[in-house]
Each structure stands twice: as C-alpha cells, then as structure tokens.
C-alpha cells in the first residue's frame, strides 16, 4: 500500500511539473508542428490537457522535450555564429532516463513501444554504423569513449550468471534427490497414508517456493544490469535510441532464458509427482492407513523420475544464451575502420561530394556559355 500511494505522488508531481513547464512553453498555445527524427513523420504537439491515457501524456511530454531542445539548439546556433558546440547529448538522453525510474510495468510499457530496431542482427549493425556516421565530426570522438565504455559493460554483464544460476541449479539437485528418497522410502517399508499425502504436498509447495525466490532473484539481477546500463549510457545523443532497442532486446533474451531454466524445473516435478501420487492412489488400499507401493509400481515411479531428470534444461546451454545475447549486442553496435561498412560510407560519402562538384562545375560553365 506504502509503495502505491508512493506512485500515485510520483504521477501526481511529474503531472505538476510538466504541466507548470509546458505552460511556461507556450504548450498550451497553438504551435506549428515539429519533425519527429524517430519515425520521420511530422507529428504535431497535442496538449497534454486534453489527453486521457497516461501514454499519450509522456508521448507529447517527449514532442515537447524535443522542440524545446530545438529552440536551445537555434539559439546555441545564433549565438555561436553557426558553430555547434562539441556535445554527445540529445532529447533521447533525457527521455529515457526519465522512462527507466518509472514503474516496471509503466517502464516496459513505454520503452516497448518508443524503440524499434531490427530484428536482424546484420541490420542493426548497419543501423548503429549509419547512425554513428550521421552525427556531426565535432561529437564522434565522444561517441566513440561512449560506444567503447557501453561494449565493456555489455562484454560483463553475463559474469554474474555462474554464481547466480549455480547455486540454483543445486537447490534443484538437492529438490530431485529429496523426490527419489521418497520413492525409496514408500518402496522399503509401509508409510503412513497421511504422512506421505503430507510429504507429497510439501514437496509441490517447496518446488513453487523455489521458483518464486528464483525468480525474485532474476528480477534483482535485471535491476542492477538496467541500472548499470543506464549509467553507462547518460548521453548517446542520436545513438541512445538506437541503443535502448538492442539493450532491451538482449535483456528480454536473458530474462526469457532463465526464466524458463527455473520454470522448466518447476514444471517438470510437478509432473513428476503428480504421475507418482496418481500411481499412489490407484494401487494403494483405501481403506488402509498405511501405503506401501509394490515393486512393480515403484519401478515404475523410479523410470519416471529418471525420465524428467533427463529433461531438466542445461546449465551450461542456459549460460551459453545467455552469454550471446550479450555479445550479440557487443556485435551490434561495434565500430571500426576495418569494417566493410566503414568503407561502403566512406564511398558513399565521396561519391556524393564529387557528385555534387561535377554538378556545381557544370552549372558554372553553362552560365559562362553564351546564349546562341
């Protein structure tokens, strides 16, 4: 309840403060529209009065963000005498920070639906280098510490994972072999009917206790890695989108694989101690208040469970995953002159300049050319 009042006041301030900043803007007033550089298309800046859903608010928030930082950059020009100076920062610097301390749910959300990227990894590169490449010569040597710092973050991101999903991988070891004594125990002597109903039912309560806390833990994980990456990334400039959308792709491809390590493992003993309770009840005596499995059934309880230990997910595929995302992304968003793209815009380039030359010359001697 704390931590929900404790939202209802953050939503409430930052609708206070965007509301004071947009009206001292003029947001309020009819404006012109302005260039959206994520999409390409003119989108014009709706009032944030008129707007019911929470998403559309921080959408204009961002229009508004980003015409401000317009204004900033015509004035910086105007008095620079047409000279920028050699800053890496943009809107999207701004914006994302902001979108990373909301909620987890708000944050997925919002991040979900502002960054695309390619699904293929050869185009997102190219969409990195391209980028990289479009932003102005004063800024690219930041760009370059940045985009470095970020590879040696991502390269040590996956580190964590073998004191993470080692000592898991044990808790479930030592859960498996708790389900074979089990077996063993009914098979050698008579067990007390409510005794064993007794172990059955805690056997399924500590395997959904065991993934709860496993995956409490993979959510801690997942916070200390955002948070990292967001210090690492506090200004990209025109790179942070680009950025934000690989980042967040890798992280789902983590998440989603171990999550799926402990819950393969969940799903699996449940299985397992259904089937071995459904052979409990159907060959024990009812009327009995003792249990006692023959040797037929208990060798056949005994196959079943090593048939599902045989399915249980590997640790070292989990981790081998887990380790591509994250160098999958060191792949993205690489850069060096040694690369074929590097070449290909460096032709490009030139060939657009002498271009544009052999045009300018052209026009030039057809104005000295008289008139017949």
Known sequence: MKRLLLYILFAVCVFSIVKADASEAGVFEPI?????????????????????KPLE??????????????????????????????????????????????????????????????????????????????????????ALEARHRLEMYVKQVALPMDTLLLPQQQEWDALWQRAQQLVDQVAAQPVAADDLQQAWQDHKRDAEALLRHQLAEYDTWRQTTDRGFVEV???????????????????????????????????????????FWAQVQLNRDMDATTVELNPEVATTCEERLTQATQQRPSLSRTRYEVDRAWNQMANDIAYSKWHWLYWSGLWHHVKAIVTRQIKALIKTLDRMVPDQ
């Open 233 to 275: 990334v506090t200004t990209m400039g025109a790179l942070r989108h680009v950025v934000e959308a690989i980042y967040i792709d890798a992280l789902h491809v983590s998440m989603d694989t171990i999550q799926q390590f402990a819950r393969q493992n969940r799903d699996l003993m449940q299985a397992w101690l259904d089937t």
């Open 57 to 142: 608010a921080i959408k204009a928030y961002y229009r508004f963000l980003k015409r401000q930082v317009h204004e900033i950059d015509t004035r910086e020009l105007k008095v620079n005498h047409g000279v920028r100076l050699p800053i890496l920062c943009s809107v999207d610097d701004y914006f994302y920070s902001f979108a990373h301390i909301l909620p987890a749910k708000i944050k997925t959300l919002l991040l979900e639906t502002s960054t695309h990227a390619p699904t293929d990894h050869s185009a997102r590169h190219e969409l990195f280098y391209t980028t990289f490449q479009a932003l102005p010569p004063n800024v690219q040597a930041s």
């Open 32 to 52: 012109e529209p302005i260039s959206d550089e994520l999409d390409g298309r003119t989108t014009p800046l709706v009032p944030l009065q008129v707007l019911e």
